[in-house]
């Protein structure tokens, strides 16, 4: 199995997959134009095996209580899976299946597979996480950068949606356990919509990207001038230890997003 990028191509749509760099979509171009912000941070990249921060990089299963290291002090954020070597599994030219075993310092064995799904119309990500042994809590997601304006002009994206609320933050970053109506931006904010991730993010007169998934939680970051990211995933931050979902051995953690353009 490789590590090297891979491509996909559906119609005038190229995606670029990075394995060896978190496994994360490098690029995304829709007729010549790219849609994610380049660099080695960005693209688009999985949360595994928790998404946001971890309260001091601390959580509890059962009565043991893990420490994370601090990779965003005093949190630990985002899971690792974005600083990991991934495997690509098998290729096709419109959909590529990639692996990553889950080592130290996360104390769980278990294996993840992402699969990168692209159509004319379409780019649709799946996320798997498997145990090898007991059962563990997780999350995932994703967390895409994508480009305040394409090319470099033309007026700035609109981030559209009608979440039911919005998780109060703290001076800390991680909510506080409060839901409350939602607040104009800008937002570094974790939103509800029980009937599933539906967010549009439109850039005026070129293209709109509608992004969709059954999960019910999606965080919005748009503090950063180059880029706003939309971030489907299945929990709060700290989640680990509010609303964790559990893998077993018969029931792995799998979740998706869609991301659907239309161009204007």
């Known amino acids: 199995m490789s590590t090297e990028d891979v491509m996909l191509t559906a119609g005038d749509a190229e995606v670029t997959v990075r394995p060896g760099n978190g496994c994360r979509i490098g690029s995304l171009r829709i007729g010549g134009v790219e849609l994610l912000r380049q660099g080695e941070r960005y693209g688009a990249f999985p949360m595994i095996p928790w998404c946001g921060r971890i309260e001091n990089g601390r959580f509890r299963d059962g009565a043991t209580v893990h420490q994370m290291p601090l990779n965003s002090p005093p949190h630990a954020i985002h899971g690792f899976a974005r600083d990991a070597e991934w495997r690509t599994a098998r290729s096709s030219k419109t959909e590529a299946v990639f692996t990553y075993d889950l080592t130290d310092p996360w104390p769980y064995p278990g294996r993840v597979t992402q699969i990168v799904e692209l159509t004319e119309e379409a780019l649709t990500l799946r996320l798997g996480i498997e145990t090898y042994g007991d059962s563990f809590p997780a999350q995932a997601g994703w967390h895409p950068w994508f480009n305040?304006?394409?090319?470099?002009?033309?007026?700035?994206?609109?981030?559209?949606?009608?979440?039911?609320?919005?998780?109060?933050?703290?001076?800390?970053?991680?909510?506080?356990?409060?839901?409350?109506?939602?607040?104009?931006?800008?937002?570094?904010?974790?939103?509800?919509?029980?009937?599933?991730?539906?967010?549009?993010?439109?850039?005026?007169?070129?293209?709109?990207?509608?992004?969709?998934?059954?999960?019910?939680?999606?965080?919005?970051?748009?503090?950063?001038?180059?880029?706003?990211?939309?971030?489907?995933?299945?929990?709060?931050?700290?989640?680990?230890?509010?609303?964790?979902?559990?893998?077993?051995?018969?029931?792995?953690?799998?979740?998706?997003?869609?991301?659907?353009?239309?161009?204007?």
């Open 148 to 264: 305040r304006s394409l090319d470099g002009g033309g007026d700035p994206v609109r981030v559209d949606f009608s979440p039911a609320w919005q998780e109060e933050r703290g001076d800390d970053h991680l909510p506080t356990g409060r839901r409350v109506d939602p607040r104009p931006g800008p937002w570094d904010d974790c939103f509800g919509m029980p009937e599933g991730v539906d967010v549009t993010l439109t850039w005026p007169g070129r293209l709109a990207v509608n992004v969709t998934s059954r999960e019910q939680w999606v965080v919005v970051y748009d503090e950063q001038e180059a880029a706003v990211c939309v971030e489907p995933q299945t929990g709060p931050p700290n989640g680990l230890n509010t609303a964790p979902r559990l893998v077993t051995p018969i029931e792995p953690l799998e979740t998706a997003t869609t991301w659907t353009w239309t161009r204007l």
